[in-house]
Nanobody, 127 residues
């Protein structure tokens, strides 16, 4: 069983930057593709960004391309989501997810492709 713990969410103004982080409990973290999803009130959970186990493949939702950057530090067993130029529509609970048993270059963009989930961290952007 893998535990994922998100932290670093909070409140920001439109145009500001925030970084959310996700720490994993597994020593085999480097074998996991990782992703960030978000869910706003009254909406379905949506894909935000994903990174392959190797770190060489990245995927972003169109709504965050050019503003958000996903990265990972396998030594710290942590994945990050740097969010720049935040918009009010980025307000949501952000979830970290991990997927194992895939190729090193695989990046999942669908929630069902992920095996482990964190509890989520709230990000609120005011206008």
């Amino acid at each position: 069983q893998v535990t994922l713990l998100e932290y670093g969410g909070g409140l920001g103004q439109a145009g500001a930057s925030l970084r959310v982080s996700c720490a994993a409990s597994t020593r085999t973290f480097s074998r996991y593709a990782m992703g960030w999803f978000r869910q706003a009130p009254g909406k379905e959970r949506e894909f935000v960004a994903g990174i392959s186990a190797s770190g060489g493949s990245l995927q972003y939702a169109d709504s965050v391309k050019g503003r958000f950057t996903i990265s990972r530090d396998n030594a710290r067993i942590t994945v990050y989501l740097q969010m720049n130029n935040l918009k009010p529509e980025d307000t949501a609970v952000y979830y970290c997810a991990g997927s194992t048993g895939r190729s090193s270059g695989y990046v999942g963009v669908i929630a069902s492709e992920y095996d482990y989930w964190g509890q989520g961290t709230q990000v609120t952007v005011s206008s």
